[in-house]
């Protein structure tokens, strides 16, 4: 859109004022996050396979990051871990409150990253990954009750030995 932080603040103010607006408008979350970390981080070819359809409003997106047993959102605190194996990373954790959790197509994990090999730096470094949601391993366990409802969209989600390739890294470790 090329607004900058407080303008785009401004007009999600606005927004907020009308039932609906945001998603109306294409800015509704996590799907306008996860657009924004795309075109920010996202390689070419991430871009035409999840920024595309997702902007286009043919995919929907989660966003995977806080954890059961952690603080919030404090990214220092996080245990779910990708290794390395050869061209691919090897997902485990249990995530909590993934948001749009029944609905994405793909969600983008935070995660440490250990690659035994050091090409990537030391292990432990946070990392971005994109992870289809019908990737083998991937199992959502529920959405998990906010505001007085039992179930939401914000899902428990445990990954279970969910191989990615490298390449739907963002940005690097």
Not at 17 to 34: C, D, E, K, M, Q
Not at 136 to 147: A, E
């Amino acid at each position: 859109m090329g607004l900058d932080f407080l303008q785009l603040a401004y007009m999600y103010e606005v927004l907020a004022y009308a039932a609906g607006a945001a998603a109306l408008f294409g800015v509704a979350a996590p799907n306008s996050g996860n657009a924004r970390i795309l075109v920010k981080y996202g390689t070419d070819e991430q871009k035409r396979t999840w920024l595309l359809p997702l902007i286009d409003g043919q995919l929907e997106s989660g966003f995977s990051m806080t954890e059961p047993d952690a603080a919030g959102s404090d990214p220092r605190s996080l245990t779910t871990e990708a290794v390395r194996e050869g061209d691919d990373w090897v997902i485990n954790g249990h995530k909590w409150f993934t948001s749009n959790g029944f609905a994405a197509e793909f969600f983008i994990v935070m995660c440490r990253a250990n690659d035994p090999t050091g090409e990537l730096g030391k292990p432990g470094q946070m990392t971005q990954i994109i992870v289809p949601s019908k990737t083998p391993g991937v199992n959502i366990i529920r959405g998990i009750g906010i505001f007085g409802h039992s179930t939401s969209d914000h899902c428990e989600i445990v990954y279970d030995n969910v191989r990615v390739p490298m390449e739907n890294t963002l940005a690097g470790p």
